[in-house]
């Protein structure tokens, strides 16, 4: 599939971002410029990032995929995200901003001295932050090796290789700036699309429908595996999918890169409005158009029937029947630039938590000097690189949307009620955190573990002990409920330093509201 | 000092109502959204995408809530802001 054009506009895709590295790591010194770029970010840039980083190839790709294939668990992936994005707003993005610097384990840290919650915290944060860069490795090994016939092995190295040189030197600026240009590039790379699709209908949205719809009963037998075949399922996912966005690490990192909670409001609010154009267009518009218009073309299809490059290549196939090879190489360009976006935000996360939090805090108690933890910042970038090549190599041919739901829920279930609680409830104690935590964590990896997709599909067993892949729904009430019960045990002893820190916490995340 | 602190409170009880609210109401209506979502795919498994007009409706209608939340929270901001200003200058 690779043209002489796809393959110029890839080299001019890692040019640009290597040269918007060059730039960020010359204004780049401090701890603080490499951990949130010196709070130096506008809202309205901010708000472009945070949709580059949210918006990954796996949601773009998998979701026209999903539909292409009959699965209508698409339209939860659209509809789930904005919910999450809206409880961000009106309950996590201000206390954040007003309360942290550099990372999330920080903000709970402050409730809660010592090292027992900040070093679970920042655990959770990275076992979260390597699951997702898993699904993104195996997303971009199979992408570029489908679309520019390199190496499987190869194409996880060259990615994790930039990924690194962009966190390493050129730390959370130059992190923004690929985002924003990717967010850029993709929305106006879907704008086309979406001209070039309504152009081949005459700008008639109702008559793709009509195509589509006679191929639906012609080709299409419907998927019966989704999450949506049974209510325990779709709730599960979309609780998953919604509140796991409130614990995402590499999202909420990005709310100490703006100056006030003022701009972190605004950020939200431009990265909820280019996501839902997005979204909107890949569903209704582009997943329509590639039932439309590939079935019944035999040249997208292998011998077996199989759409070329799997289900999720959908969207690629119909940017060449569109465009031709030039449309098909600014598609697959985007792609690459869409993952290369969001690995470098999911490092930047992961080496801040090994970085800022472990080591200097947890096992330095806090005496390492600047100079010291910036070298470990850029050691833990190298480190998490290693690691996510490795095993993104080791976990080739596993399910990307599999992998991305297990990250969600374990945000969803760990991350997010610790986050939540420590910020809102007064009666939670340091052992009610931690153990709440705790159990959100174990319950939800164990029952994805125990589930099929793991317990059957990959290690083989006959039956699976849990009969679900969606934990959320059992896993985040548990965390919630253990959470209450261990801080109500506590409470002959309360935790007075807690309570007071809370009190402390509360005027201070409401006092610089902006 | 304690006057100042006594509205901070004052301010962050009012905003955790009215932030319940909305999202409490977004909630609502999203899992109302995915019961029908279940009950539209266990009769058809193609029925949300082959009935355009139900999905359309239901993610514009979680749209519309989501950003109208965002809408509201931002008025109550700068109503909040306005009646800040005018206790300063008093």
């Keep these: ?514 | 000092m304690a006057e100042e602190s006594n509205e901070i409170a004052r301010r962050a009880r009012a905003r955790s109502r009215l932030c319940l609210l909305l999202a409490g109401v977004s909630c609502a209506v999203f899992l109302l959204f995915l019961v029908l979502l279940a009950r539209s795919v266990q009769q058809d498994p193609l029925g949300p995408l082959r009935d355009v007009r139900f999905s359309g409706i239901g993610v514009g209608i979680n749209f519309a809530f989501a950003l109208g939340s965002v809408v509201a929270f931002g008025y109550w901001r700068r109503i909040e802001r306005a009646r800040a200003a005018r206790d300063g200058a008093r």
């Design chain 1, 1 to 514: 599939m690779q043209s002489p054009i796809a393959i110029a506009l890839f080299v001019t895709v890692i040019i640009s971002t290597l040269l918007i590295t060059r730039w960020a790591a010359r204004r780049t010194h401090s701890r603080s410029e490499f951990y949130a770029a010196g709070s130096s970010i506008t809202g309205t840039q901010n708000g472009l990032a945070i949709a580059g980083d949210f918006m990954s190839a796996s949601t773009i790709l998998g979701v026209a995929g999903l539909a292409f294939s009959g699965n209508s668990d698409a339209v939860l992936y659209i509809v789930a995200p904005l919910l999450g994005f809206t409880i961000m707003l009106l309950f996590i993005a201000e206390p954040l901003r007003n309360l942290g610097r550099y990372t999330v384990p920080e903000v709970v840290a402050l409730r809660f001295t010592g090292r027992g919650v900040r070093g679970f915290t920042a655990a959770a944060s990275l076992v979260v932050t390597i699951f997702y860069l898993i699904a993104q490795m195996v997303g971009a090994g199979a992408l570029l090796e489908i679309l520019l016939g390199m190496p499987y092995a190869l194409a996880v190295v060259v990615v994790a290789t930039l990924m690194m040189l962009y966190v390493a030197f050129g730390g959370m600026l130059a992190t923004t700036w690929v985002q924003i240009t990717k967010a850029v590039v993709l929305v106006v790379g879907v704008v086309t699309m979406t001209v070039l699709t309504l152009a081949h209908v005459d700008f008639d949205l109702g008559s793709l429908y009509a195509i589509a719809r006679e191929q639906m009963s012609d080709v299409l037998t419907g998927n019966r595996t989704g999450a949506l075949n049974s209510l325990y399922s779709t709730l599960s996912l979309g609780l998953a999918l919604s509140l796991g966005v409130c614990g995402l690490p590499h999202v909420l990192m990005r709310f100490f890169t703006v100056p006030d909670a003022r701009q972190a409001r605004r950020s939200i609010v431009v990265a909820m409005v280019l996501i839902a154009i997005v979204f909107l267009i890949v569903l209704f518009v582009l997943s329509y158009a590639a039932i439309a218009f590939l079935y019944g073309k035999p040249e997208f299809f292998d011998d077996a029937g199989v759409l070329r490059g799997g289900a999720n290549m959908a969207v690629v196939h119909l940017s060449r029947l569109l465009g031709g090879d030039v449309l098909m190489g600014i598609v697959s360009a985007v792609t690459f630039a869409t993952i290369l976006a969001v690995v470098a935000g999911l490092t930047m996360a992961s080496a801040g938590a090994l970085a800022h939090d472990l080591y200097a805090q947890v096992f330095r108690r806090g005496a390492a000097s600047e100079q010291q933890e910036l070298r470990m910042f850029r050691f833990a970038t190298l480190a998490v690189t290693v690691v996510a090549a490795l095993l993104g190599i080791a976990f080739k041919g596993t399910n990307i949307s599999f992998l991305v739901s297990l990250a969600f829920s374990v945000a969803a279930s760990a991350n997010f009620p610790v986050l939540l609680l420590a910020l809102y409830w007064r009666g939670l104690t340091r052992r009610g955190a931690l153990v709440g935590g705790a159990v959100g964590l174990i319950s939800s990896t164990g029952m994805l573990i125990a589930g099929p997709a793991i317990w059957v599909d990959v290690l083989g067993y006959a039956r699976p002990l849990f009969g679900s892949n969606y934990p959320t729904l059992i896993a985040l009430p548990l965390a919630l409920f253990t959470s209450w019960a261990v801080s109500h045990s506590d409470a002959r002893s309360a935790d007075a330093q807690a309570q007071r820190a809370f009190d402390e916490l509360e005027l201070k995340a409401n006092a610089e509201s902006g």
